[in-house]
Nanobody, 117 residues
Framework: QVQLVESGGGLVQAGGSLRLSCAAS????????MGWFRQAPGKEREFVAS????????YYADSVKGRFTMSRDNAKNTVYLQMDDLKSEDTAVYYC??????????WGQGTQVTVSS
């Protein structure tokens, strides 16, 4: 079993920055991709970014391109989401997820990000 634990959320003013971390523990951790998703109040969970664990290739939702950067530290089994130029519409609970097979089937508990305008 794989456990994912997010950290780094909080309250920030619009235009500010936060860095989220997601540490994985458990059985041998070799995901195909790791991802960040978010869910705002009253909305469905949406994709934010993902990274190929082997190659490091990244993918971003259009809404965060140029502002968010996802990275990984394979030795620490940790992924990061650097969020810059935050906007009020980025307010959400952010979830880390791991894709071991064909879907993201491991999820963290989420961390709240609140951006005040």
């Amino acid at each position: 079993q794989v456990q994912l634990v997010e950290s780094g959320g909080g309250l920030v003013q619009a235009g500010g920055s936060l860095r989220l971390s997601c540490a994985a523990s458990g059985r041998t951790f070799r995901p195909r991709h790791m991802g960040w998703f978010r869910q705002a109040p009253g909305k469905e969970r949406e994709f934010v970014a993902s990274i190929n664990w082997s190659s490091g290739s990244t993918y971003y939702a259009d809404s965060v391109k140029g502002r968010f950067t996802m990275s990984r530290d394979n030795a620490k089994n940790t992924v990061y989401l650097q969020m810059d130029d935050l906007k009020s519409e980025d307010t959400a609970v952010y979830y880390c997820a791991g894709q071991m097979s064909s879907t993201f089937n491991y999820w963290g508990q989420g961390t709240q990000v609140t951006v005040s305008s």
